[in-house]
C-alpha cells in the first residue's frame, strides 16, 4: 500500500516541475518578445532621426540652390553689360574693370557653393541640361546639335539649377531643300 500513496507524489512533482518549465519557457519567450519589439522600435527610432537629419539637409541646400537661381539671371545681365564697354572709352573702361573684379568676387561665391556654369554650343541636346527655345534647318550642323547658347547654364553638383536655353539644328525638310535649290 506504501507504493500507491508515494505515486501520487511523484505524479505531483513531476507535474510541478512539468508545470515551471512551461511556466519558464512561456516568460523567456515573453522576454524575448519584449527584446524584438524593443530593437524593433530602436531601429525605427534611429531612421526616423536619420531621415529626418538628411531631409533637414535637403532643405537647406534647396534653399541655398534656390537662392543661388536667383542671382544667375543678374549676373549674366552685368556680364553682358561689361562686353559692351570694351568699345567704350578708357574712363568706362576702367569702371568695368572694377565691376568685371566684382563680377569675379560673385563667381567665386557661386564656385564655392559648388555652382559651375557649361557651355553647349556645338554639343548634342539633353533635356535634362538644355532648353530649346528655337530650332534651325541647316545642313551645316548635324540634327539635334546645339548651334547657339542664348543663356548660359548652370549645375549644381550633379543637379541642373538652370537649363542652358539653345537653338538647336534640325533637318531641312523635303520643301525647304528644293526651295534652297532653285
Known amino acids: ?3 500507491e500513496n508515494e505515486n ?3 505524479e505531483e512533482e513531476s507535474t510541478e516541475s512539468v508545470d515551471q518549465e512551461s511556466l519558464l519557457e512561456q516568460v523567456q519567450k515573453e522576454a524575448k518578445d519584449a527584446q524584438n519589439k524593443y530593437l524593433l522600435l530602436l531601429a525605427e527610432s534611429e531612421n526616423a532621426r536619420k531621415r529626418m537629419q538628411k531631409e533637414k539637409q535637403d532643405l537647406t541646400k534647396y534653399a541655398l540652390e534656390n537662392v543661388l537661381v536667383e542671382f544667375l539671371h543678374p549676373l549674366d545681365s552685368f556680364s553682358k553689360a561689361l562686353t559692351i564697354a570694351e568699345n567704350m572709352s578708357d574712363e568706362v ?3 568695368a574693370l572694377g565691376f568685371e573684379m566684382i563680377l569675379g568676387q560673385f563667381n567665386q561665391v557661386l564656385s564655392d557653393h559648388g555652382v559651375v556654369a557649361y557651355t553647349s554650343v ?8 538644355h532648353e530649346a527655345v528655337e530650332m534651325v534647318e541647316t545642313e551645316e550642323h548635324e540634327a539635334g546639335t546645339i548651334v547657339e547658347e542664348f543663356v548660359c547654364g548652370y549645375k549644381m553638383g550633379e543637379r541642373t539649377i538652370r537649363p542652358a536655353r539653345v537653338k538647336v539644328a534640325k533637318t531641312p525638310t523635303k520643301e525647304e531643300k528644293e526651295t534652297s535649290k532653285e
Open 122 to 129: 556645338g554639343k548634342a541636346f539633353d533635356p535634362h541640361l
Open 8 to 10: 501520487p507524489a511523484v
Open 93 to 95: 573702361k576702367n569702371w
Open 1 to 3: 500500500m506504501t507504493d
